[in-house]
């Protein structure tokens, strides 16, 4: 199958396509990360492939070196991409550089003189009357997909991508044994979710006569059906929805809704706030509880979460981090 033509000059598509040529062969060999992170390091190198044509008629994608690297970063932070974007890039470009055999040492962020990132530093969730809010819109507006998605990703801290993906039997299951299990979580891992609150319950029963009223079976997606591209459709439909509809929900002036000690507040969370949400939920409910050491209790988090190192959770906290 031809490929589009990005330039037009000859010469440089031709250039251009071989190196996509190379980036296909390795994307097809492996299968190290989860569908979503290969999409996105797959764009983040055929962007690469596209300079390299341009700016340095390079040929062969082993060959690139520190120069090209550099080169790029000084390109992008002139188009005035951020700190994270640029970071998200590098490791797509550094993925496939190491899968290419290339006996080139790519240097590290630290000597490409990147901004520093502060994500810890900034409260990505929800708060409670949005995430209310924002159930009760998209209700209104017919949109059972986004209610599902948010009982979800608020009860029991799912990836939007894993919600998509649920089958009923998981629903089933979790019913049955008060666990739900997540199969193929980021980067392909598996984890177990309690279902400890009644809210919980009440949510995967509500999920689960959804199910039946639509004549689902076990095996069947919960919110996708099983024509070709309905994962990816679904979720780019539950992001537009966000995207389109979430000024409706959002309190105005949030980032001014910050106490003492804690982080100041983004001005517009996303899906994955929800997953922010109930780190911070389930984390003060723990506490309250008092059953778990506090480190028993960050160990318990990250393993809620996909993560399985205590370290990413600074990153859902919303106090501010120790100096």
Not at 7 to 18: C, G, H, L, S
Not at 31 to 38: R, Y
Not at 252 to 270: D, H
Request: glycine residues 6%; proline residues 2%; contains cysteine.
């Amino acid at each position: 199958m031809p490929r589009k033509t990005i330039f037009q000059d000859e010469k440089m598509q031709n250039i251009f396509d071989n190196l996509l040529n190379q980036i296909d062969r390795i994307k097809h060999r492996n299968n190290e990360k989860g569908f979503g992170t290969q999409a996105r390091y797959y764009a983040a190198t055929r962007r690469f492939c596209k300079f390299l044509a341009s700016d340095f008629r390079c040929q062969k994608f082993a060959n690139v070196s520190g120069k090209h690297l550099k080169a790029y970063v000084e390109k992008l932070q002139s188009n005035g991409k951020s700190a994270q974007y640029i970071d998200t890039e590098l490791s797509g470009i550094r993925f496939y550089h190491e899968q290419s055999g290339s006996k080139n040492r790519l240097p590290e962020n630290k000597a490409l003189n990147l901004e520093k990132r502060h994500p810890k530093e900034f409260d990505r969730s929800f708060l409670f009357e949005e995430i209310k809010s924002a159930y009760n819109c998209a209700g209104a507006m017919g949109r059972t997909d986004a209610k599902a998605g948010i009982s979800l990703c608020y009860r029991f801290g799912l990836r939007l991508e894993e919600a998509v993906t649920l089958r009923i039997e998981q629903i089933e299951h979790a019913v049955k044994y008060g666990q739900l299990e997540i199969k193929n979580g980021k980067g392909g891992q598996a984890r177990t979710i309690p279902v400890e609150m009644k809210a919980q319950k009440n949510a995967l029963l509500y999920l689960y006569a959804y199910a039946k009223e639509k004549k689902k079976r076990s095996t069947d997606y919960l919110l996708c059906d099983n024509r070709k591209h309905s994962v990816k459709n679904c979720k780019a439909s539950l992001r537009n929805w966000m995207s389109n509809h979430r000024s409706k929900f959002l309190v105005q002036n949030r980032t001014s809704v910050t106490e003492p000690g804690k982080k100041p507040r983004i001005e517009s969370p996303g899906w994955h706030g929800f997953r922010h949400s109930y780190y911070q939920v389930t984390k003060a409910r723990l506490i309250r509880e008092n059953r778990m050491s506090i480190s028993e209790i960050e160990r318990e988090m990250s393993e809620r979460l996909g993560h399985h190192r205590n370290e990413i959770n600074g990153y859902y906290d919303c106090y501010l981090p120790q100096k």
